[in-house]
């Protein structure tokens, strides 16, 4: 089996790293939030946390935009093959370079469109309910997240036009 180019095996353990610390942290601050607000505050108090929803659901917003670039290169997104097992190989990899095309097309426009919507979000009064914490921080996390999964097809639909294997990985290492 063909091992990844060395910018890739950088790539991947960058976007790894980040996943996992960055999450790791947010994944650990949103379940100290949690326990402390309802079972400590809410349950044991009766005075929950003013506005801890706000922040548990910002920081939900943060983690999903962590994990969307590294799932992708870990190939864990859903992908339909029906079509696949009927295919020549060459038809087969023709096809999945077309749809990471329209991917990447897909998501520039919405990386596009997030960064936007992050510039107006202050402007139009997009804020959460209870805290009024602005949306626009969030609008950009996404945007850049979404932006590096199209930087992350557009490295696989190179992969795929040079004849070369995908290369997904696992947290584990590089494989």
């Not at 950088?10 to 607000?37: E, K, Q, Y």
Request: proline share 4%.
């Amino acid at each position: 089996m063909p091992t990844r180019p060395a910018f890739l095996r950088r790539f991947d353990r960058t976007l790894r790293a980040i996943t996992l610390i960055a999450g790791g942290v947010t994944l650990t601050a949103m379940t100290g939030l949690s326990v402390f607000n309802v079972l400590i505050m809410r349950k044991g108090l009766n005075a929950p946390i003013q506005g801890a929803e706000d922040i548990l659901i910002l920081m939900l917003v943060v983690v999903v935009a962590i994990s969307i670039p590294f799932g992708a290169r870990a190939g864990a997104h859903i992908e339909i093959e029906m079509l696949e097992p009927v295919m020549s190989p060459m038809i087969a990899r023709v096809s999945l370079v077309l749809m990471k095309m329209l991917g990447f097309a897909l998501l520039v426009v919405m990386a596009w469109r997030l960064w936007e919507s992050g510039t107006a979000a202050e402007r139009f009064g997009e804020t959460t309910q209870q805290l009024l914490i602005s949306y626009e921080p969030f609008y950009y996390v996404l945007a850049v997240s979404i932006g590096l999964y199209a930087i992350v097809l557009l490295i696989e639909i190179g992969l795929l036009l040079t004849g070369r294997d995908l290369g997904h990985h696992s947290l584990g290492g590089d494989v």
